[in-house]
């Protein structure tokens, strides 16, 4: 089976192929301009792009039997306003503030590369999600946990900022920041299937 290489600094998007019984070379691609200006859909297409980029030139990325994949997520409010990482408890305060009892859109930007045949694939999954109206109290306690603070659109629902959020239209893994059924989908055409991953990693355990 092809190595799967995962472009990322993101624990949470680690933390997603592992649960599904795939073990990710991991690398972090090198700090790069991340784009926060422009139409949404090309912002995190350009940042995907950027990180698969500064990945293929870490000598650590295998030359043979191999893909690479690395993604970027943002959020989209809906008067077209672009949430990247608060970085601060300050700014993530006030993207809660705004996002607070509004629907909002999240976007992930998904390049595929193989190694083989040098071709790509790439895609955009976008996810609509509309806040609680939720009191400062629990705004709050939610910005003591810093958990937003390195989070696209200032929360993380697989975390605390679950209990933020009062509906979800579209797949929850691209909220967490990778969305598997679609990446599943783009990996097929390049001969890999991450089904077999988990069962090869279940029969592993068990025997």
Sequence with gaps: MKKIVLGTRSRRRIELLRR????????????????????????????ARAKLASILENPLVPRENAVVVTA??????????????PGS???????????????????TGVVVYDVDTLSSGEFVEETRVKMRMFSDEELELY?????????????????????????????????????????????LKFGVNLLKYGLVRRVVRTS
């Design 143 to 187: 910005l003591a946990s810093l958990e937003g603070v390195d989070k696209a659109g200032g929360y993380a629902i697989q975390g605390l900022g679950g209990l933020l959020i009062e509906m979800i239209v579209g797949d929850p893994y691209n909220v967490i920041g990778l969305p598997l059924p679609r990446l599943h989908k783009v990996l």
């Design 72 to 85: 970027d997520t943002i959020v989209v409010d809906v008067d077209g306003t672009v949430y990247g990482k």
């Design 20 to 47: 599904i019984g795939v073990e990710p070379i991991v690398i972090p691609p090198k700090t790069v301009f991340e784009k926060t200006m422009g139409e949404p859909k090309d912002i995190v297409l350009y940042n």
């Design 89 to 107: 408890v300050e700014r993530n305060a006030l993207f809660l503030r705004r996002l607070r009892g509004r629907w909002h859109c999240v976007l």
